[in-house]
């Protein structure tokens, strides 16, 4: 009876799927759950929509066999929250098993002469480096299996042949294989073609030895074995007992594995693929959780993002309506809307800018000012402190009688920013709310600029006439 690859290969990635997370321990459905992984409901409905879709097909292949077989339906009752029970999953476990028996019994899969090699290789091709140098220092170097023997899609002559159907090469170079290595890596556990491979491997071949490489390890691995059964790579025990094991398959008299240079090949193989793995480490591996929380964190970023968007956009619309503004008391409107700022916030910013652009003076200069913006008739008293009027005089601050030339770009500034203070201390819509926070924070003090009480408390300025 002929048979389906395609089938072949979907039913052998469900079993690799199942056999990653459960022990199956008895036909009573008991089970016992690995601490490493756990299915959540949209993976384990994924899974029996695929196991259901292959029953009809099934069915046409062969309606006697195949024909009493149901669809299968999740038992929902939760063990804790959000898990799906196991007995489900042991379920759907049997059911597979069960199929992959009713095809193990026609005589076509199980007694047919299959020519193929007796090494098969399951591994990633991002882990050609070491698979090469396994088979290089390892197989062929030291325990003399030929590479002929060895299939192995990533090594020049253990390769498929160019015209051959990859699938049926796959499964006949399984069947044939007296040990099948599963080297076990990050990017093994990443291919979907590696674990369905891996799933075949249970089936059809008849020893699969897992050998893991860190940070895989026993409670990852995810395959359905005891931790004995299972050998670290870069081990040199583990190396020692696959040695044996290869012995065992292949009959190899034991006078011809040279001891010394069994342990050179061995350390030569581990000091290459290690130094490998330093110079191109594995990416970095996130369980369920992790991935959760950068999820969270990458949403927050885009947020992040839309949010500068959107404050460039409006600054953008400032920068245009600015442009546009006809005076200074209309961009102080403007920009007082875009802060968002309250009338006090607005004052204060206004006293800040105007000490910011006094400090930069003497506190006699200051006084000048004082005197020249109020317009106050105060008396200055210079005598022995002519260093400072005269640095003030020659740099066209004020003439040679103190009258300040605001024509002068310094000046100016001075004068353009005492102007804004005077424009909003004249406003005839400020609040009560307003001067009882003024008065809180400076008590006593007149609310003039004109007042030199006001020049030094509010806006923070020295001013000294003598």
Known sequence: MAKSDKLFSKLAGIKAALENSFEIENADFVTKQKTTQIFYPNEVQHLFGEYNELLPELKKLDSDLYGNLEPLEI?????????????????????????????????????????????????????????????????????GIKITNIFCTSTDGAKITSGEDWRSEIRSNLISSKVTFLIISPNYKESEVCQNEMGAAWVLSSRVLPLIIEPINFKTVGVIQEPKQIEKLFDESSLDRIKDIIQEEFKIPSNEIKSDR????????????????KEN?????????????????????EATVESLIEEKQENLQLIEALQEAK????????????????DYEEFIELTKEVRKELNKYESRIVGIIFKNYTGKDVQLNWQGNRSTLDDGLSRGYYDE????????????????????????????????GFFETYEEEFDDVPFELNNMDFWESVIGSDISFK
């Open 75 to 143: 038992d929902r009752k939760p063990i804790q929250k959000d898990w799906v029970h196991f007995e489900s999953m042991a379920g759907l476990k049997m059911a597979v098993d069960r199929v992959f028996k009713m095809w193990d019994s026609q005589s076509d899969l199980t007694t047919e002469k299959i020519s193929g090699r007796e090494v098969f290789i399951s591994h990633s091709s991002g882990d050609k480096f070491i698979v090469n140098s396994f088979i290089d220092d390892i197989l062929i170097g030291v325990l």
């Open 262 to 277: 069994w342990t050179a090949k061995k350390k030569e193989f581990l000091i290459k693929c290690k130094k490998h793995l």
């Open 281 to 301: 480490p594995f990416d970095k591996a996130f369980d369920k959780s992790e991935f959760q929380e950068l999820q969270k964190e990458n949403k927050a970023l």
């Open 327 to 342: 005076d200074k008391d209309e961009v102080r409107v403007i920009m007082k809307d875009q802060m968002d700022l309250t």
């Open 401 to 432: 009688e103190f009258d300040i030339n605001w024509d002068n770009p310094k000046m100016k500034r001075v004068d353009d920013k005492l102007d804004e203070l005077s424009r909003f201390i004249s406003r005839t819509d400020l609040t009560e």
